[in-house]
């Protein structure tokens, strides 16, 4: 709503029904929405329908692979969890094998300090390494979305302006806790691309990812690569990304 002068004028921004399934974690959008990019992609600002998994509709849902810890304790026992040297948890234990999961959920290199302290006041200490990254999926867990709809054109300008029709998708899934693979692709009007995409966890050095890309398009067709690698700790992070891609790629 604007106001100049002796003048007005209206303008419609987004307008969306969205239906969010708590139980499976689903979503669907039924209006005006934008779809997710990739490093390779593009995101597109549709009319139409969007049906994903949205992990955020659950806000406590563990999705990302977490440290766990396991031992044995001959007796009753209290644990003691330091993090990076600061205590974040204490928690019981009877006697027998115990495990301690998804500890830290903080991004990048943590280190975990266990002190186990049982009735008698013996005390045990063992020092676990765990690299934590919002970029991987738990073992079995997946995520996807799929979009179609009509390219929102002069969008803050014009309030009902729908153009060409376009669509857009990907699915990733963990393989492991440490590999997600995936695959993408979108399309919009005479061109499109896809292709697969992964990323995978190198120990307790960082994360690499990787995707590469095949489209076609008015001007011709092209390929695309892309390669990252990050790492972060308490004292330091360093990033690394490369792309190519070839001169017609849509």
Same mark, same amino acid.
């Given at each position: 709503?604007?106001?100049? #002068?002796?003048?007005?004028?209206?303008?419609?921004?987004?307008?969306?029904?969205?239906?969010?399934? /708590?139980?499976?974690? +689903?979503?669907?959008?039924?209006?005006?929405?934008?779809?997710?990019?990739?490093?390779?992609?593009?995101?597109?600002?549709?009319?139409?329908?969007?049906?994903?998994?949205?992990?955020?509709?659950?806000?406590?849902?563990? =999705?990302?692979?977490?440290?766990?810890?396991?031992? !044995? @304790?001959?007796?009753?026992?209290?644990?003691?969890?330091?993090?990076?040297?600061?205590?974040?948890?204490?928690?019981?234990? @009877?006697?027998?094998?115990?495990?301690?999961?998804?500890?830290?959920?903080?991004?990048?290199?943590?280190?975990?300090?266990?002190?186990? =302290?049982?009735?008698?006041?013996?005390?045990?200490?063992?020092? %676990?390494?765990?690299?934590?990254? +919002?970029?991987?999926?738990?073992? #079995?867990?997946?995520?996807?979305?799929?979009?179609?709809?009509?390219?929102?054109? +002069?969008?803050?300008? =014009?309030?009902? %302006?729908?153009?060409?029709?376009?669509?857009?998708?990907?699915?990733?899934?963990?393989?492991?806790?440490?590999?997600?693979?995936?695959?993408?692709?979108?399309?919009? %009007? /005479?061109?499109?691309?896809?292709?697969? !995409?992964?990323? &995978?966890?190198?120990?307790?050095?960082?994360? @690499?990812?990787?995707?590469?890309? &095949? #489209?076609?398009?008015?001007?011709?067709?092209?390929?695309?690569?892309?390669?990252?690698?990050?790492?972060?700790?308490?004292?330091?992070?360093?990033?690394?990304? &490369?792309?190519?891609?070839? +001169?017609?790629?849509?």
């Amino acid at each position: 709503y604007l106001r100049a #002068g002796a003048g007005l004028h209206t303008t419609r921004l987004n307008t969306s029904l969205t239906r969010d399934w /708590r139980d499976s974690l +689903q979503r669907l959008v039924i209006g005006d929405f934008v779809t997710t990019a990739s490093s390779l992609g593009s995101s597109l600002r549709l009319g139409g329908v969007s049906f994903s998994r949205r992990y955020n509709i659950g806000p406590y849902y563990l =999705r990302f692979p977490g440290q766990v810890v396991s031992g !044995t @304790a001959a007796l009753p026992s209290d644990i003691y969890l330091y993090n990076n040297g600061v205590l974040v948890g204490r928690q019981k234990v @009877a006697p027998g094998a115990y495990e301690l999961q998804n500890l830290i959920n903080l991004s990048g290199l943590q280190v975990t300090d266990v002190v186990v =302290r049982d009735v008698l006041r013996n005390e045990q200490t063992f020092t %676990d390494l765990f690299y934590f990254s +919002q970029e991987l999926l738990r073992r #079995g867990l997946d995520e996807y979305s799929i979009d179609l709809g009509a390219q929102r054109e +002069q969008f803050g300008v =014009r309030s009902n %302006d729908y153009g060409k029709p376009g669509g857009s998708g990907f699915y990733r899934r963990g393989v492991s806790d440490a590999l997600t693979l995936g695959v993408r692709g979108e399309a919009l %009007d /005479r061109r499109y691309n896809f292709g697969p !995409t992964a990323s &995978w966890r190198l120990g307790n050095f960082g994360v @690499a990812s990787a995707e590469a890309s &095949w #489209g076609d398009g008015p001007d011709g067709s092209g390929s695309a690569f892309a390669l990252g690698h990050s790492f972060s700790s308490s004292s330091f992070a360093t990033s690394i990304a &490369w792309r190519t891609e070839a +001169q017609n790629y849509p």
